[in-house]
């Protein structure tokens, strides 16, 4: 049975407990139990690779000591247990300065959870679901994303607004082009479940940059998210388990909380790939963490100004903007000013409408830029369907194959149909509005039923006889 449908039957079984109210509770139900499997089988193979290896879960409530055998505790026992020991004793640890940092993780996950299930019955059923999945498998690792791409739409259903899955052809490719080099310190400072931030493992992996242990510990110590929302958050601490980085640095937090004229370059970042929320409104004061021509409750525009400050001189950046930023005004056009008079914007990747199908209808665009140098042309490249494509769904989504088109004119740019730039004097003549159609686009032509065109010549034939009145009227 795939991951994806594991996980519908675990919800299917959710439904039918009377402690389980609604999709919230059911996700944050699903959560913990995943990160607890998870972190089990990852303990597994640091006991087998490290002989010094001192477990972090304490014995008794690991996994493997109560849920991997499908025929142990169940009903009563089992919700006894669950709620007086593991709950209990995996909040209350007592940890100091000397404490192992995976430690931390897991008390923090249990200190944001809850067992909501009340029967214990139904709890081994989903226990044993779970059970199906080999997370020590590589392929089962991969199809992990099924899990999030479930919760993720649960989420939009339980009333989480801007809470979307980033598909993963899209994260990708925007790291792939910004090409983040081992030793580069990269963050994703809204990084949802983690989608950017295991596309730059696996691009580094891709490119056969992690050789040996020294490699590896690099790599560890340089991949940063912040994720303000707890679930979210501990998915991405699960995510990047399961791509072998032993703790990660994912803090959970509000990135706009903090002034961004406090940050010191110590604290700045070579890379930032990221897709910010958008359409949300943050709360009251904010905005005053920001120098005042910058201030909005807008998140999008909030987060774009943030990276501005987090971006080290030389740094790179690739981000999701909605069509609104390109073309609006006020605070967006001061934002825009300043990003084309101190970074380099070279290219903006227009996506078609559908990319983030079923969670948002909202065209997107992919912005890429430089710090350090003052913008002097922007490339377009408009992202075409594939042939015979009208839009992409959840059943017909976009694939990183289609993207070659852009990795193969990204170094040797030229314009043709799908691509174009513009002068930035050009841009500062039309205020700084970024958003511009594709001046080289062929036409289509539009095929009209018999129906259709015989209405339309009616209708200019209407348009005719009333000139023709209007004319006779003033004769």
Known sequence: MSVSSVIKSVQDTMRKDAGVDGDAQRISQLVWMVFLRVFDAKEEEWELMRDDYIQVVPEGLRWRDWAANDEGITGDELLDFVNNKLFKELKEMVLDEYSDPKAFIVKAVFEDSYNYMKSGTLMRQVINKLNEIDFSAQEDRHTFNDIYESILKDLQNAGNAGEYYTPRPVTQFVVDMVNPILGEKVLDFACGTGGYLTSTIEHFK????????????????????????????????????????????????????????????IEQVDVIVTNPPFGGIEEEGIETNFPEKFRTKETADLFMVLLMYLLKDGGRAGIVLPDGFLFGEGVKTAIKEKLLEEFNLHTIVRLPNGVFAPYTGINTNLLFFEKGKPTEDIWYFEHPYPEGGKNYSKTKPIRYEEFELEKQWWENRVENDYSWKINIEDIKKRNYNLDLKNPNKKSEAVLLSPREIIDELKLKLNEVNSNISKIEGLM
């Not at 020294?214 to 679930?231: A, C, F, R, S």
């Not at 032993?246 to 909380?257: A, F, G, K, M, V």
């Open 206 to 265: 891709n490119t056969g940059q992690i050789k040996n242990v020294d490699d590896h510990q690099v790599l560890q110590e340089t991949i940063m998210g912040i994720e303000k929302k707890p679930m979210p958050h501990m998915l991405a601490i699960t995510n990047l388990i399961l791509h072998d980085i032993d703790t990660p640095n994912i803090r959970h937090d509000n990135s706009l909380t903090r002034n961004v004229r406090d940050y010191k370059p």
